[in-house]
């Protein structure tokens, strides 16, 4: 099924420069849904939602090893529930370098959950975060922005009807 260093390393790879937040949302679609990592992983509520301690030492450990670079680069505090720091990885040329090789093998031992990486690689951070607090719901307990990402996804949901009602506005005929 793919080592979850390597699909870490791919996360990264088709983030860019990523906040493990990031990671930690992408990893645990994989692991709840591909059952990538089922048994190195296990995914726990936490303030932001799901999180894995296993996860962050899998990072940790690809730092160490020279894969991955992190930054942690101070924020403004907007209130209390946030750290004021952001982790952001990015990969090293030896990591660039391990994941080119093995890429092609998990996208053919499971290209669905390949797939979902691009999917989710790429879109807005509070994007994935709604979606990961509306499909896995037993994982916002205790969650401290549970709030925000309902109303985050109640503004995206809102958007696209706004979208589809001006698409499907039927124009009166010209008269001619």
């Known amino acids: 099924m793919g080592s979850v260093e390597d699909w870490v390393l791919l996360i990264v790879k088709m983030s860019g ?3 493990v937040t990031r990671i930690q949302k992408i990893m645990f679609i994989l692991w709840e849904d591909y059952r990538v990592g089922r048994r190195e992983l296990k995914f726990e509520p936490y303030r932001y939602g799901p999180w894995s ?9 690809l730092v160490s090893e020279g894969y991955l670079n992190v930054e942690e680069v ?59 607090y509306t499909m896995y719901p037993k994982y916002t307990a205790g969650s401290l922005i549970l709030s925000e990402a309902v109303k985050e996804l109640n503004d995206i949901d809102k958007a696209g009807a706004d979208k589809s009602k001006k698409e499907n506005a039927v124009s009166a005929p010209s008269d001619q």
């Open 74 to 132: 101070e924020r403004e505090r907007e209130d209390a529930r946030h750290t004021g720091v952001m982790r952001v990885y990015t990969l090293t040329e030896k990591g660039l370098e391990r994941i080119k090789k093995r890429e092609p093998l998990l996208a053919f031992i499971n290209f669905a959950a390949y797939i979902t990486v691009r999917q989710w690689a790429k879109v807005p951070l509070r994007h994935l975060i709604s979606y990961v």
């Open 53 to 61: 301690r296993d996860l962050q030492n899998i990072l940790d450990r």
């Open 17 to 19: 420069r990523t906040l």
